[in-house]
């Protein structure tokens, strides 16, 4: 059973920065992809970007693209999400997930099998 604990959310103001962390416990063997979305209220889960544990394999969103920047730190089990330059339409629910899974689906939230609990993220303008 995989356990995950996001933190780093808060209010910023419009072209600040934020980085968020997620860190992983009770991970069992397997490449598993670390994905961050995010969940506005009233819009859908969206991906946001991923890293594989392993081999540091990366994709981002196109609107994240350029601006954030996901990482990981094997050695303390911990994933990390540098949000540079956020917008208003930043503001969202920040969730970490993990999942072993093909590629081609990294984008889908169905494809993660553990979930934090999430970490608010306001952004003002």
């Known amino acids: 059973q995989v356990q995950l604990v996001e933190s780093g959310g808060g209010l910023v103001q419009a072209g600040g920065s934020l980085r968020l962390s997620c860190v992983v416990s009770?991970?069992?063997?397997?490449?598993?992809?670390m994905g961050w979305f995010r969940q506005a209220p009233g819009k859908e889960r969206e991906f946001v970007a991923c890293?594989?544990?392993?081999?540091?394999?990366?994709d981002y969103a196109d609107f994240s693209k350029g601006r954030f920047t996901t990482s990981r730190d094997n050695a303390e089990n911990t994933v990390y999400l540098q949000m540079n330059s956020l917008k208003p339409e930043d503001s969202a629910l920040y969730y970490c997930?993990?999942?072993?899974?093909?590629?081609?689906?990294?984008?889908?939230?169905?494809?993660?099998?553990?979930w934090g609990p999430g970490t608010q993220v306001t952004v003002s303008s």
């Open positions: 890293i594989t544990w392993t081999l540091g394999i990366l």
């Open positions: 009770g991970r069992t063997s397997g490449d598993y992809v």
């Open positions: 997930a993990a999942g072993v899974m093909r590629w081609s689906t990294v984008r889908s939230p169905d494809e993660y099998n553990y």
